[in-house]
């Protein structure tokens, strides 16, 4: 009887995460702009007007659940793919048994979950059963679908952008597991409010992290003399292996915390630099969020004084995506020393700010007639291209032509620096006016 009792409560052997699995978008967190009262998707499923979709966002954001809960509401037969253990051959036992299930009535919402890993085969094998109403796809990413999926299935299906989830909505999800029959309900457990605050921040938006720290910190609680199972700080902290429990990825001290790393980088301090990258990477930043910083930097405070600074930071980009942490962390430190050692010009940002400044203030300006397009011979009879010199027909590969609107006619946005290799395209941009203004037609 025993052993029976046991396979009858396996439920309760299932990981947290997959217990508190929600069936209905009333117990589903987060995603309000999507599913919220009168919002867009909910209305498509209050409606049964699903069509193919993609889902795309950061892991444990709710991607599968909901595809689950839409095929349960649309009373659609939901399969399962995968791009790892499947291929061709599956994907069309797959069609075949969908295009049965049609005839008779029933719909078939087939989840692809990491749809960005299938290759263009697989997405190819997709497209004429999605067309025909065979299936309804829902693919899962956490890749920008543009770059990553066909452009013809792409263009069948609707995009829609889950967020990650907010604190607050973590918050909520660990009290109901504190709360839930599904979760530790029947169970008599003490742990701060405080704590509680760590772990959803420590989430950094994925619920299913949230959830499995919860669950590690319970099974590594102490049990008091009242049988109330306490967990404390000491076992919360070894459970999410950070030192620091401060780190609020959206509050005052995100803030700092860059702030501090791009302006050491800045004033060429590549110890500072270091510690602060490092700082926040112990906090449980995303390595991402980071070099999307550095990208951002290599331009804005670098830019033509070393344009190398650009590939660099895109590559640890790349390689932190690739690896993820804690191997990137050494590709981080190489772009962040990198930049911080590097000649620094704003120039770039400096002429891209002027020159916005100019195109909101000032009216629209057309284009010059003398490089304007003439495809059709109407507009060679009202003078478009007139004029027009081809730079490459000239001994000097230059012209004296006018490209700015008149009203700009010797406006610089552009001020080149003397700093590293931005000095040499200073003294060839003097060289280049020098030239236009003594060949002026």
Same mark, same amino acid.
Request: net charge neutral.
């Given at each position: ?19 508190? *699995? ?54 659609? #037969?939901?399969? &399962? ?26 719909? %078939?919402?087939?989840?692809?979950? #990491?749809?960005? *890993? ?48 907010? #604190?607050?909505?973590?918050? &909520?999800?660990?009290?109901? $597991? ?19 605050? /760590? ?8 619920? *299913? ?11 590594? =609680?102490?049990?008091?003399?009242? /049988? ?6 000491? !076992? ?23 702030? /501090? ?5 800045? +004033? ?15 906090? =449980? ?49 190489? /772009? !962040? ?9 704003? $120039? ?10 100019? !195109? ?6 057309? !284009?010059?007639?003398?490089?304007? +397009? $003439? ?18 027909? %000239? ?14 006619? =010797? ?10 290799? #931005? ?14 203004? &003594? +060949?002026?037609?």
């Amino acid at each position: 009887m025993e052993q029976l009792s046991l396979f009858d409560n396996r439920e309760k052997l299932a990981p947290l995460a997959s217990r508190l *699995r929600p069936d209905n978008l009333r117990e589903y967190v987060g995603q309000k702009h999507l599913i919220g009262e009168g919002k867009i998707l909910r209305r498509l499923i209050e409606k049964d007007q699903i069509s193919s979709m993609i889902f795309w966002g950061p892991p444990g954001v709710g991607k599968t659940t909901l595809a689950r809960i839409i095929a349960q509401q649309t009373r659609a #037969e939901f399969v &399962e793919y995968s791009a790892v253990s499947s291929g061709i051959k599956e994907i069309k036992e797959v069609m075949v048994q969908a295009e049965q299930n049609r005839k008779m009535g029933i719909r %078939t919402l087939l989840f692809a979950d #990491e749809i960005h *890993r299938f290759n263009k085969a697989q997405q190819d094998a997709f497209l004429p059963f999605v067309e025909k109403g065979s299936i309804i796809l829902v693919g899962a990413t956490t890749e920008n679908p543009s770059f990553e999926l066909n452009s013809a299935l792409l263009s069948r299906c609707k995009v829609f952008i889950l967020k990650a989830l907010q #604190e607050a909505d973590i918050k &909520e999800l660990l009290v109901y $597991a504190l709360k839930s029959p599904k979760g530790f309900g029947d169970m008599k457990i003490s742990i701060k409010d405080a704590h509680l605050s /760590a772990i959803a921040r420590f989430a950094n938006g994925d619920a *299913r992290t949230a959830l499995n720290t919860l669950e590690m910190a319970v099974s590594n =609680g102490r049990m008091d003399e009242s /049988a109330v199972l306490c967990v404390d700080g000491e !076992v919360l902290e070894q459970c999410m292996n950070r030192r620091s429990l401060l780190y609020d990825k959206n509050g005052e001290e995100h803030y700092n915390l860059i702030s /501090a790393l791009h302006k050491s980088m800045r +004033n060429s301090d590549p110890d500072a630099a270091v510690y602060w990258m490092c700082r926040m990477l112990d906090g =449980g930043e995303n390595p991402l969020y980071i070099a999307r910083r550095l990208v951002r930097f290599a331009s804005e405070d670098v830019g033509m004084a070393d344009s190398n600074a650009l590939q660099v930071t895109v590559a640890a980009y790349q390689a932190c995506h690739f690896l993820g942490m804690p191997e990137c962390d050494v590709h981080l430190t190489h /772009a !962040v020393v990198y930049l911080a050692m590097a000649p620094k010009s704003n $120039a770039l940002y400096q002429a891209c700010e002027a020159c916005k400044k100019d !195109v909101r203030e000032l009216p629209a300006q057309a !284009v010059p007639l003398q490089i304007c +397009n $003439a495809p059709t011979s109407l507009m060679k009879e009202l003078n478009y291209g007139k004029g027009y010199i081809y730079a490459h027909d %000239t001994e000097e590969k230059l012209s004296s032509m006018q490209c700015l609107p008149d009203a700009l006619t =010797g406006r610089r946005y552009y001020q080149p620096t003397e700093q590293g290799q #931005e000095k040499q395209v200073r003294d060839r941009l003097e060289e280049i006016l020098q030239w236009k203004n &003594e +060949n002026k037609s």
